[in-house]
């Protein structure tokens, strides 16, 4: 039983389209996160929602947009995609704030390719 | 500026050997500091955390880090590297919002 599952795993699409990343946790926790990892595995973070308010909305641009409709659940949606917006897009948890409690759980990722 | 900084992108050791990978943080990152693991094609894992208390910290597999103020620094090692240990590891400190700021990776190669 997958604690933080994401759909999908890979997406292929073209520059220009529009497209939602899924995410859901099954472990009652109320943060959830989503970073971004790029070719050369470095981490940033995107957003971070707690009890579906947001907490964290780091320099991204306004072409992604993250959506909570419950504190179990945290989508991500691209617009108009670009080529740089190619990465794996990390969805993760934890109860709290991880520097109170010590650990995020981290999904599988969705590898994004934008052609 | 809040960082974490690893030191080498890329550590390859023969299988056996000591491990270690180094990580130095910032002054103005709050004393907690992690490790994560990652296998490839998944997402990351935590190895161990140091949050208060005892500097030297144990963690699964092995792995072990001691925290050391004077220097800013939490290396990770290990006595004995075995083939399954061959992943890319984080070092993470936390941020001012309370989220986790993540170094650059460190590739680890265990060589038979």
């Known amino acids: 039983d997958t604690a933080v599952s994401q759909t999908p795993k890979y997406l292929v699409t073209q520059m220009g389209n529009d497209k939602s990343i899924k995410c859901e946790q099954n472990l009652g926790h109320d943060t959830m996160y989503w970073y971004k990892q790029d070719s050369k595995k470095f981490l940033k973070i995107m957003f971070s929602y707690n009890n579906k308010e947001l907490i964290i909305n780091e320099t991204v641009p306004n072409r992604f947009s993250p959506k909570s409709p419950d504190k179990a659940h945290l989508n991500l949606h691209i617009n108009s995609l670009e080529l740089g917006d190619s990465a794996v897009y990390f969805c993760a948890s934890s109860r709290g704030l991880p520097i109170n409690t010590g650990e995020l759980f981290f999904g599988e990722g969705s590898r994004l390719t934008v052609l | 500026a809040q960082s974490v900084t690893q030191l080498g992108s890329h550590v390859s050791v023969s299988e056996g050997a000591l491990v270690l990978l180094r990580c130095n943080y910032s002054?103005?990152?709050?004393?907690?500091l992690f490790w994560y693991v990652q296998y490839p094609n998944q997402g990351l894992q935590l190895l161990l955390k140091y949050t208060t208390g005892a500097t030297l910290v144990k963690g699964i597999n092995g792995f072990e880090a001691e925290f050391k103020k004077s220097e800013t620094s939490f290396h990770l090692t290990k006595p004995s590297a075995h083939m399954s240990d061959a992943a890319e590891y984080f070092c993470a400190g936390g941020g001012s919002q309370g989220n986790l700021i993540f170094g650059k990776g460190t590739k680890l190669s265990v060589k038979p």
């Open positions: 002054s103005s990152v709050p004393p907690y």
